[in-house]
């Protein structure tokens, strides 16, 4: 039989597919799901209306190529008022959620062998985004400060780079970390990006989610050659519009507009409209507040799980995960996450698919309610106590 492509038939399914349909095939009825990262808070209240709006409004046809103006103009806004990057509408381009900003990003970027450089820990879909467009990526260990601030260290950095090195790609804030790039560390990556001539893309699918005294800062509003990819996933809980944009040089978003034309042609008109609704609405204000809900959830699981003896647990810097490490126990995260899955009927992601920064650790989601929360520390720390008694 007809084979398919070998690229496509070399990558894996990440862990959190995996494990999601291993789930569901279980069938179990008290299923913790801490493995995906999607929002459950509600979005705007704004994007019911646009919703019962698309239709009569004619937002169910092609859009032009890089979005609706009315919606360039209001992202100008954000990028202007939230993240410092001064822009004109040329240089904005919406596609179909962060994901396609990342696949299209890179496909504009890399040809067969490139190097992208991505950072050890990070989200698993990197490494396969890369892969499937041919190139290589390489990871670059980040270090831990003194005050236990996982940094990229620009030694290490630069001995990552080959003359075949097309891309460094950030993450900031970081998946699954929560890790966030300071002014000075943007600076020396920016310096070593000119230096060797690589172009530098920014992924902010988290940049809603900062907790004080932390501030999230976009590398374009210090470097403006950076590629900046933005999603309204998660700082909205509007994961299932699928809409994303990528900021760039005219020169660049030239290019992306051929890749934009030959995959997906247009990002869907419906989302653009609802998104739209978003920004006409306080969205900061909004997104604070969902901030700081976060906030409150993430240290709660923090907090709990510092309590168990043995297992260690950062306060996140942002983010929606907490990444508790077990390696007290002498057990791997892959172990830990497949023994909450099949005795405790938690899902998590084991830290080494993130990396080698992962080991030992699983990532769960915050997001929960409360009660569902207290449930999973308690189902943690009675995986723990089962653990002691196998070690000691
Ligand atoms: C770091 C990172 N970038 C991008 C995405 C893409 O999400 P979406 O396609 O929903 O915007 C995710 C999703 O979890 C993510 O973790």
């Given at each position: 039989m007809a084979k398919v492509s070998t690229i496509v038939d070399s990558i894996q399914m990440s862990a959190v597919s995996s494990i999601s349909i291993k789930a569901s095939e279980k069938g179990w009825d008290d299923t913790i799901f801490m493995a995906g990262g999607e929002p459950q808070f509600s979005p705007p209240s704004s994007v019911n209306k646009a919703f019962s709006e698309i239709v009569e409004k004619g937002y169910n046809k092609y859009s032009p190529f890089a979005g609706y103006s009315s919606l360039l103009q209001k992202i100008k806004v954000k990028l202007r008022d939230f993240n410092n990057i001064h822009v004109n509408e040329e240089q904005i381009y919406t596609v179909p959620g962060g994901s396609s900003a990342l696949f299209t990003a890179l496909m504009t970027l890399i040809e067969k062998g490139d190097e992208v450089l991505i950072q050890?820990?990070?989200?698993?879909?990197y490494a396969q985004i890369i892969n499937l467009l041919g190139g290589v990526a390489k990871k670059v260990k980040m270090v831990r400060n003194e005050n236990g601030h996982l940094r990229v260290d620009r030694e290490i950095l630069e001995k990552s780079i080959t003359d075949k090195t097309k891309v460094l790609l950030l993450n900031t804030p970081l998946n699954p970390t929560g890790s966030v790039l300071t002014t000075d560390e943007i600076k020396d990556i920016v310096e070593v990006v000119e230096k060797y001539d690589i172009h530098l893309v920014a992924d902010?699918?988290?940049?809603g989610f900062v907790f004080d005294p932390y501030k999230h800062i976009s590398p374009a509003a210090i470097y403006p050659k950076t590629i900046t990819l933005f999603s309204f996933s998660k700082t909205y809980a509007l994961?299932?519009?699928r809409l994303g944009y990528i900021v760039a040089p005219e020169d660049i978003i030239n290019a992306i507009r051929k890749v934009s034309l030959y995959s997906f042609?247009?990002?869907p008109s419906p989302s653009q409209y609802v998104a739209e609704a978003v920004l006409s609405d306080n969205h900061i204000e909004f997104a604070k507040r969902a901030c700081q809900e976060m906030f409150e959830k993430s240290r709660y699981l923090s907090k709990s799980l510092q309590s168990i003896p043995g297992v260690l647990c950062d306060d996140t810097e942002s983010g929606l995960y907490v990444n508790p490490n077990f390696s007290n126990f002498r057990i791997s995260g892959i172990e830990m996450s497949e023994l909450l899955f099949e005795r405790y009927h938690l899902l998590s992601v084991p830290g080494e698919v993130s990396g080698e920064n992962g080991k030992g650790s699983v990532r769960l989601y915050v997001g929960l309610d409360q009660k569902v929360l207290e449930e999973a520390v308690k189902r943690i720390r009675s995986a723990v106590e089962q653990l002691s008694l196998v070690t000691n």
């Open positions: 050890d820990p990070c989200w698993e879909h902010e699918e988290y940049e994961t299932g519009i042609m247009y990002a």
